[in-house]
Nanobody, 112 residues
Framework: QVQLVESGGNLVRTGGSLRLSCAAS????????MGWYRQAPGKQRELVAT???????NYADSVKGRFTISRDNAKLTTYLQMNSLKPEDTAVYYC??????WGQGTQVTVSS
């Protein structure tokens, strides 16, 4: 099993920044693709960004140039640096590990 613990969600004003963290642990944890997804009220969960074990990254068009995904393999942790936040970025952000495991989610609220 794999456990994912997210942190860093908060209330921030438009134009502000936040850094989300997701730490993986468990008996089956190894270096795999990790990603961030988000779900706004009344909407489907959507991809934000992913990062492979070789640091190849992929971003949703809506966050390109504002968000940066990174990872620390020694800590089995992935980060999402979010800059120039907009009200439409408001959502619960979920970490995903190896396309199978999900974190519990962390709330990001951007006020206008």
């Amino acid at each position: 099993q794999v456990q994912l613990v997210e942190s860093g969600g908060n209330l921030v004003r438009t134009g502000g920044s936040l850094r989300l963290s997701c730490a993986a642990s468990g008996s089956n944890v190894s270096i795999r693709t990790m990603g961030w997804y988000r779900q706004a009220p009344g909407k489907q969960r959507e991809l934000v960004a992913t990062i492979t074990p070789t640091d190849d990254t992929n971003y949703a068009d809506s966050v390109k140039g504002r968000f940066t995904i990174s990872r620390d393999n020694a800590k089995l942790t992935t980060y999402l640096q979010m800059n120039s936040l907009k009200p439409e970025d408001t959502a619960v952000y979920y970490c995903r590990y190896d396309s199978r495991y999900w974190g519990q989610g962390t709330q990001v609220t951007v006020s206008s």
